[in-house]
Each structure stands twice: as C-alpha cells, then as structure tokens.
C-alpha cells in the first residue's frame, strides 16, 4: 500500500510539473511569436539598426526565466542584448539557429550546454522573414 500511494504521488506531483512547465513553455512561444511580428510589421526597415535591436532585445530579456536575447542573420551575424561572442563563433552551425530555418517553424531546442554560462539551457527559436519570406 505504501509504493502504490508513493507511485501515485509521484504520478500526480510529475502531472502536476509537466503541465506547469508546458504552460511556460507556450507563454514563451506566444511572447517570441510577438516579438517576431512587431519586427516583420516595421515596414520603414531603416529604423531597425543595431541599437534598435538591441533595445529591443533587452524589452524581452526582462523576463527573469530569459537567460539571453539575441538574433543571428543569414549572413552571420548576431546581435546578443549582454553577450560578445568569442572570436569564430558562428551563429550559423549552432542547433537554435538551424532548425527554425529546417523547420519554418518556433521550435525549442534539446537542453544543450550554453557557451555564455556554462549550464543547461534550452533555446525557444523562429525565423523572422521578410514580406518576400525571405529570412530577415
């Protein structure tokens, strides 16, 4: 009786966990998906310069659970909103650049070591395109 009430709690408290972490998980995908439409809806792309971008990149690292902001362009480039990457890094060959653009999609990536930190993190991900879909 004992391992059935132990099983049952653990069933019930894991329920309880992966709801809470999906619920998260969708809060941070609906607010990436509005940080990409506010940028594909800026029709003067003049305006958007790396300070721009950078501003706007610290609105969204207000979030506490947000480890880091940044965007990466096709032409390898990056713009991170409290990070310099070290010399050859390539944005390009990183899973969370790859798999929104393989994928046309948000996609969370795999837990993965973070180069800034040295921790687990995992990395909500999406193309941001151009009115010609091209990739921004």
Request: net charge negative.
């Amino acid at each position: 009786q004992i391992v059935a009430n132990i099983d049952k709690q653990m069933i019930t408290e894991t329920r309880e966990f992966t709801q809470s972490l999906e619920s998260m998980l969708l809060y941070k995908a609906k607010s990436l998906e509005t940080a990409k439409l506010v940028l594909q809806s800026i029709k003067n792309r003049e305006e958007i310069n790396k300070d721009f971008l950078i501003s706007f990149l610290k609105f969204y690292k207000s979030d506490p659970e947000i480890t880091i902001a940044y965007m990466a362009f096709p032409n390898g480039d990056s713009i991170f909103d409290n990070w310099t990457p070290p010399k050859g890094f390539n944005p390009l060959a990183r899973p969370w650049y790859k798999a929104p653009i393989e994928k046309d999609t948000l996609v969370f990536t795999d837990p993965y070591v973070d180069t800034m930190t040295g921790e687990y993190i995992v990395t909500a991900a999406s193309p941001v395109k151009n009115t010609d879909k091209s990739i921004y």
